[in-house]
């Protein structure tokens, strides 16, 4: 068996793994990284629409901040973030786009002068400013009070990925394409390195490496609909689950985009929504403002996608043979502006439906999109369970959506976790010396190769593209927008059948070499044993946060559920994960739990918000009226980070100032 050692392993080369993949290689480690398919094929080349950073620089970000950043991020989590790394990210954020931009990315511009925009379906002129022309643009995305989301037109993660990967490029870090890792080299204390099988030749091969970093995006193929690329199979997940030890953080919260077209499932970006475009229903009546007066198209993703499917489900859908939809419009933002800003949007409408969008209204239908749950790890992007073993992007729960990520969030995130964990990455790598004995090494691929070997011995007569379409199924029906228990019960109990009935499949196709039945019959009990750690989370969660919608239990709960789910799967033969809970300390939070601005404030207070409320009250009046903010966040949540970002960032507001 082929053994490649390094430093710093990276198992996933889109924008979160190769940005780990560059901090690592920069301190002068060797750097390694592994990836299903070509770097520049990852899935954050599919991004459209921006990356939230609160530069402040067009007129509708005036006066927006890192505070106000923080404010929106853990508002849209619904409190269940962790508030420190959500005060890590929104500090780093503008200093990840400026990178970015040193980096080549085109990002689009001010112009000074006057500009038409649409704003709640008027057309407004914005005159921007002689001394902001030039610098980085943003735009209005859901569930923001400023317009903080930078982009290139909407092609956005595309010229991301292109940078990122161009810059990888350039120091030398090498990807190793068309390989898939199954399982993490591990005791049970620390992880080094991971067993991987090259998809072309099918060998078995060992990665040693002092850090193993998972980067391997999200899990929305558990779903038969979903926007994400369909490699997005939660093999990451997977990966960690399997150790019997590492953790898996609130799996169970799942986000459902409010715009993906009908049938297909491809995504039209909030962005779309935030230049001015509207929903409207079967009568062509704009439904938004009747249920989110206040916020309208613009609520949060978790709330439109949920008003969305209220609407429909009396009745005002339109009938198709896919079932019933709803309508975008963005005709009134001109052909011009399409042309300009929502290009990938018009050429995605043109090819898969015929339709122009600049003249035509868009069938869109909520669908699956962003996985907010992931490998569990603390701020350092360390697993808390497996030293060595690190994980960032969409496939860490790090954790800074909670149980809803905010539009242009993500994006933000793989780059700038990216950074941070890459930081202390290569500090372990440093300070830890391997410390491995090859029968290990040995022992893990020989448990890859048996499994192998079973399987295409396997005569139980089970057909791995029909226990997936059934696993596929189970999680869009019963684990999807709103959910209940009896369907939740369901859900647990069919994907437990199917992860039995999965050690019966047999293959028709028996080599050992580039087969994709193989890949299928690999990945799919993984994939079962992840699908049951969101449903069981989600049966067990008796409440309603963000994404997490129960019709049972319609409230959010923070007296009893403001805690994080952990899921790990200790008995490798059994047929469900093990729950625990993690409780978030109110006393500790900056922003202590409230009312999130939509429907009725009817959540379950935490005993402790009232006491944590008047100790800010209380700090706050002791600092003084004019006390510096940074000086007075500190005093409130200290939060650390690499020394190299801790410097304040720069906006021309306070340039002025
Ligand atoms: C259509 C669409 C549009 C979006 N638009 C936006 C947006 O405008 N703004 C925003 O903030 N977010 C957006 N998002 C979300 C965002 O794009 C993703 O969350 C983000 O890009 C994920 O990046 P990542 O680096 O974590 O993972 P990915 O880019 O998914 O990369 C995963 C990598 O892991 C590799 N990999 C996976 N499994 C294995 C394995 N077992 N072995 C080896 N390699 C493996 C893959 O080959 C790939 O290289 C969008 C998402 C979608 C679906």
């Not at 799942?254 to 929903?279: K, N, W």
């Not at 409408?349 to 699956?368: H, M």
């Not at 729960?397 to 780059?415: I, K, P, Q, Y």
Request: charged content about 25%; glycine content about 10%.
């Amino acid at each position: 068996m082929k053994i490649i050692y390094t430093d710093a392993l990276v198992i996933g080369a889109g924008l979160a793994g190769l940005r780990v993949a560059i901090a690592c290689k920069e301190r002068g480690l060797d750097t390694l990284v592994l990836s299903l398919i070509p770097a520049k094929r990852s899935h954050s080349a599919a991004a459209q629409g921006g990356m939230q950073a609160s530069l402040g620089n067009a007129l509708k970000g005036s006066g927006d901040n890192e505070d106000v950043h923080f404010h929106d991020t853990v508002k849209g989590s619904d409190w269940g973030c962790d508030q420190n790394v959500a005060r890590m990210f929104a500090h780093t954020a503008p200093k990840a786009v400026r990178e970015l931009a040193n980096w080549g990315v085109p990002w689009t511009r001010v112009k000074a002068g006057p500009r038409q925009v649409v704003v709640n379906a008027e057309k407004v002129t914005l005159e921007e400013a002689e001394k902001a022309h030039g610098l980085i643009n943003a735009r209005d995305f859901g569930g923001t009070k400023k317009w903080r989301t930078c982009y290139t037109a909407d092609g956005t993660g595309h010229s991301l990925l292109y940078a990122v990967d161009n810059k990888a490029i350039s120091l030398g870090v090498p990807v190793v394409e068309r390989v898939e890792a199954l399982a993490l080299i591990q005791d049970g204390v620390r992880c080094q390195g991971a067993i991987v099988r090259d998809l072309v030749t099918g060998e078995i091969q060992a990665y040693v490496a002092k850090t193993t970093t998972i980067a391997t995006g999200g899990y929305g193929r558990l779903y038969s609909v979903s926007t994400n690329a369909i490699i997005c199979e939660g093999i990451g997940a997977a990966l960690a689950l399997d150790t019997g030890k590492a953790t898996l953080g609130n799996m169970e919260a799942v986000q459902f985009h409010p715009t993906a077209i009908v049938p297909v499932g491809i995504l039209t970006t909030e962005g779309c929504r935030g230049d001015g475009g509207l929903l409207r229903d079967k009568d062509g009546h704009r439904f938004m403002p009747d249920y989110e007066p206040e916020k309208k198209e613009l609520a949060s993703r978790d709330v439109v996608s949920r008003r969305m499917t209220e609407h429909m489900r009396k009745g005002k859908g339109v009938d198709s043979p896919y079932g019933p939809h709803l309508w975008l419009d963005i005709t009134l933002l001109g052909k011009e502006h399409i042309d300009k800003n929502l290009r990938e949007v018009k050429e995605i409408c043109q090819d898969f439906l015929g339709i122009d969008p600049a003249k035509d209204w868009i069938p869109v239908r909520p669908t699956q999109h962003y996985s907010m749950g992931g490998v569990r790890t603390n701020e350092r992007g360390e697993s808390p369970q497996l030293k060595g073993l690190f994980a960032v992007g969409e496939a860490a729960c790090w954790d800074m959506h909670g149980f809803n990520r905010l539009g242009g969030n993500s994006l933000a995130e793989t780059v700038v976790a990216g950074m941070i964990v890459g930081e202390y990455v290569a500090d372990f790598c440093e300070q830890n010396p391997l410390a491995i004995d090859t029968g290990l090494i040995e022992s893990q691929a020989s448990k890859l190769t048996s499994e192998i070997d079973t399987l295409l011995a396997n005569l139980g007569g089970e057909n791995v593209y029909q226990l997936k379409t059934a696993m596929q199924e189970i999680m869009m029906d019963y684990v999807g927008i709103f959910r209940n228990g009896t369907e939740l019960e369901k859900a647990v109990s069919e994907l437990s059948q199917l992860l039995a009935r999965s050690a019966n499949i047999s293959l028709t196709c028996k080599n050992r070499h580039a087969n994709p039945e193989l890949v299928e019959a690999l990945r799919l009990p993984r994939m079962l044993r992840v699908a049951l750690t969101v449903a069981a989370g989600a049966l067990a969660r008796t409440e309603s946060r963000g994404a997490h919608a129960r019709e049972d239990y319609p409230k959010r709960d923070d007296a009893n559920w403001l805690n994080r789910t952990l899921a790990s799967w200790p008995d490798a033969s059994a047929l469900k994960p093990s729950l625990s809970y993690e409780a978030l300390d109110v006393m500790k939070m900056e922003l202590p739990p409230g009312y999130r601005g939509y429907g009725d404030d009817n959540a379950v207070a935490h005993p402790d918000t009232q006491a944590r409320l008047e100790q800010i009250e209380t700090l706050t009046a002791k600092m003084g009226e004019g006390v510096d903010r940074h000086v007075l966040q500190q005093a409130l949540m200290p939060f650390e980070l690499p020394e190299k970002f801790t410097q304040k960032n720069q906006r021309l507001e306070e340039q002025d100032a």
